[in-house]
């Protein structure tokens, strides 16, 4: 049992990519905290500029998703806070 687990690569590639995707995805959040935390310390004229200069742009893949119409359905799945 344990050979077959060990030279069978194929069933460790699902549970490294959750567990990248779940790195990436925690790693944003984080990054959303200290910049939060970082414009609260701020003025509010500079908070309005380093917002703006942090706004995230929509890219390709975002505008495809939505003009065929798939963008609600995966704002359910991954929400934006």
């Given at each position: 049992?344990f050979?077959?687990l060990?030279?069978?690569?194929?069933?460790?590639?699902?549970?490294?990519?959750?567990?990248?995707?779940?790195?990436f995805?925690?790693?944003?959040?984080?990054?959303?905290i200290?910049?939060?935390r970082?414009?609260?310390?701020l003025?509010?004229?500079?908070?309005?500029?380093?917002?703006?200069?942090?706004?995230?742009?929509?890219?390709k893949?975002?505008?495809?998703?939505?003009k065929y119409g798939?963008?609600?359905a995966?704002d359910?799945?991954?929400?934006?806070?």
């Amino acid at each position: 049992m344990f050979e077959f687990l060990l030279t069978s690569w194929w069933i460790y590639v699902p549970i490294v990519a959750i567990l990248v995707f779940l790195t990436f995805r925690n790693n944003q959040k984080i990054k959303r905290i200290k910049l939060e935390r970082e414009l609260q310390s701020l003025d509010p004229e500079e908070r309005i500029n380093k917002v703006q200069e942090f706004k995230r742009k929509q890219s390709k893949f975002d505008k495809t998703l939505s003009k065929y119409g798939v963008r609600g359905a995966l704002d359910h799945i991954f929400p934006k806070k």
